[in-house]
């Protein structure tokens, strides 16, 4: 064998990797790091940034890595009005979490009951038929496996498709489901 033969002929891993990426365009705009709350750790920044920039994005991440205030900060970063669908023992705890970095975030059953001086609110997912009809700007899809896989493709994408909405996809994998899927 010549001297680099059998490696040149080998595929690139490289390569393989990126002709198997999705190309998606960013929807979102840009955010400088000092735009993002400060109590929030600076890998923790980068990925808001990230995902705001990006404007649809999915977060995998462990438990305890802070993916509640990750998301309270792509929602406000967002800007507009932005609906948190989260289970209902996980909605009480954003609210609280909402207050360390500032925010109000209320817990709210009906479209009614979301005032207009709040810019985010959160529900739970038994409640996203309520919502169908509310423009927003922005969703976030906390613990996202744990919501019925139906909701996206019948109710929410569809309706921020029709106006380039912004979504997050958020929670910890837990084996081969519909968010594993968007992987």
């Known amino acids: 064998y010549a001297e680099g033969a059998y490696f040149s002929s ?22 400088a790091d000092v735009d993002v709350h400060q109590l929030l750790f600076p890998w923790q920044r980068m990925v808001v940034r990230w995902a705001v920039r990006r404007g649809r994005a999915e977060l995998w991440e462990d438990c305890g890595l802070g993916k509640t205030l990750q998301q309270l900060e792509w ?9 948190i669908l989260a289970p209902l023992a996980v909605a ?11 925010l109000t975030v209320p817990y709210v059953r009906t479209p009614a009951e979301w005032q207009t001086s709040h810019d985010i609110a959160i529900t739970n997912y038994e409640r996203l038929d309520a919502f169908e009809s509310v423009d927003l700007n922005g969703i976030v899809l906390d613990e996202y496996a744990q919501i019925d896989p139906a909701a996206w493709g019948e ?4 309706a921020l498709a029709a106006k380039t909405g912004f979504a997050l996809f958020i929670g910890t994998p837990k084996g081969r489901n519909h968010f594993h899927a968007l992987y």
């Not at 929602?75 to 609906?83: H, M």
């Not at 009480?92 to 500032?102: D, F, H, P, V």
């Open 75 to 83: 929602a406000r970063l967002t800007g507009g009005r932005v609906l």
């Open 92 to 102: 009480r705890q954003t609210e609280e979490e909402a207050k360390k970095i500032g």
């Open 10 to 31: 080998r595929p690139n891993y490289e390569a393989i990797i990126a002709s198997k990426e999705r190309k998606l365009a960013p929807i979102g705009h840009d955010v």
């Open 155 to 158: 109710v929410i994408g569809p």
